[in-house]
C-alpha cells in the first residue's frame, strides 16, 4: 500500500504538470505512454497466442498523436494508408499470421494510439486544460470512490469472472464519488473562472464515470485472457502504463466526441 502511495504522490503532480505545460510537453509525454502502453498489449497478445506486428504496432502508437496534434485533417488518408500496410504486413508473414492476427493488431492501434490522440485533441480544445484535469479528477475520484466503498461495504459480485475483487456496492460508490468529484470541481472553477459547458459536465460525470470502471473491467478481461495479473511492472504498487489509464483510455474519448457533439449541433 506505501509503494502505491508513494507512486500516486509522484505520478499524479507530474501529470498536472505535464497536462498544464501542454503543446509539445504533453504531446510528448502520451506519445511515450501511447508506445509504452502499445509494447504492454503487445505482449499480452503473444500470450494469448496472437502474432503481435511490433513494427505496425509501435509505429501507429507514435504516428497518431503526433498526427492529430500537427494536422488533423491527414487522418483519413494516413489511416487508409496504414491499413493498406497492416495487410502488407501480415501478407509478408503469411502463413504465420492469420486474419485474426491481423484484426488483434488493428483493433490495438484502435484501442492504444487513438485512445491516447484523445488525450491531446481534448488538451486542445477551448479550454482544454480545465477539460483535461476535470477528466482526471472524475477517473481518480471513481477510482479511490470504488476502492474504499468495496473493501469496506463490498458483498455482491460485480463482474466476477473478470475481476474477483469488484462488488457492486463498490461500483456505485465510486459512480457517486466520481460525480460529487465532478460537481466540486466545477464549482470551484467557476468561483475563479467561466467554465464552458460547466451543466453539461455535471451531467456527463454518472456516464463518464461509468464509463471509466468499464474501461478498467474492460483492461482486466485483456489481462484475463493473456493469464497476468499487471500489463506491467513498470509503476511500483501500480502495474504497468495499461493498468494506469484504462479509464482514461475510456474517458477522454468519449468526453471529446460528447462535447464535439454538442458544440457542432447545439451551439
Not at 77 to 95: C, D, E, R
Not at 103 to 115: K, M, R, V, W
Not at 164 to 177: F, H, M, Q, R, S
Request: charged residues 15%; hydrophobic residues 55%; positive net charge.
Amino acid at each position: 500500500m506505501m509503494t502505491r502511495i508513494i507512486s500516486a504522490v509522484v505520478g499524479i503532480p507530474l501529470i498536472l504538470l505535464l497536462v498544464y505545460l501542454g503543446q509539445v510537453y504533453f504531446l510528448a509525454a502520451v506519445m511515450l505512454l501511447s508506445l509504452l502502453a502499445a509494447a504492454e498489449l503487445g505482449r499480452m497478445l503473444k500470450r494469448m497466442g496472437i502474432k503481435d506486428m511490433q513494427v505496425f504496432l509501435y509505429t501507429g502508437a507514435l504516428l497518431f498523436p503526433l498526427l492529430l496534434y500537427y494536422e488533423a485533417s491527414w487522418l483519413p488518408n494516413f489511416l487508409a494508408l496504414f491499413v493498406f500496410s497492416g495487410a502488407l504486413i501480415s501478407l509478408n508473414q503469411y502463413p504465420e499470421s492469420k486474419l485474426g492476427d491481423l484484426g488483434a493488431n488493428f483493433f490495438s492501434i484502435l484501442y492504444i494510439a487513438f485512445g491516447f490522440s484523445h488525450f491531446v485533441l481534448l488538451r486542445q480544445m477551448e479550454q482544454g486544460l480545465l477539460l483535461v484535469i476535470y477528466a482526471f479528477v472524475v477517473i481518480w475520484l471513481t477510482d479511490t470512490g470504488a476502492y474504499f466503498t468495496g473493501t469496506y461495504l463490498g458483498r455482491r459480485p460485480f463482474f466476477q469472472e473478470i475481476s474477483p475483487n469488484k462488488t457492486i456496492e463498490g461500483a456505485v460508490g465510486g459512480l457517486v464519488a466520481g460525480v460529487i468529484g465532478a460537481i466540486v470541481f466545477c464549482l470551484l472553477v467557476n468561483r475563479r473562472l467561466n467554465l464552458d459547458h460547466t451543466g453539461f459536465l455535471i451531467l456527463l460525470s454518472p456516464l463518464l464515470s461509468a464509463a471509466g470502471q468499464f474501461g478498467d473491467l474492460f483492461e482486466s478481461s485483456l489481462k484475463r485472457q493473456a493469464r497476468v495479473k499487471d500489463s506491467s511492472r513498470l509503476i511500483p504498487g501500480h502495474g504497468g502504463i495499461l493498468d494506469r489509464f484504462d479509464s482514461a483510455l475510456w474517458v477522454i474519448p468519449l468526453l471529446y466526441h460528447l462535447l464535439q457533439l454538442r458544440i457542432n449541433i447545439f451551439m
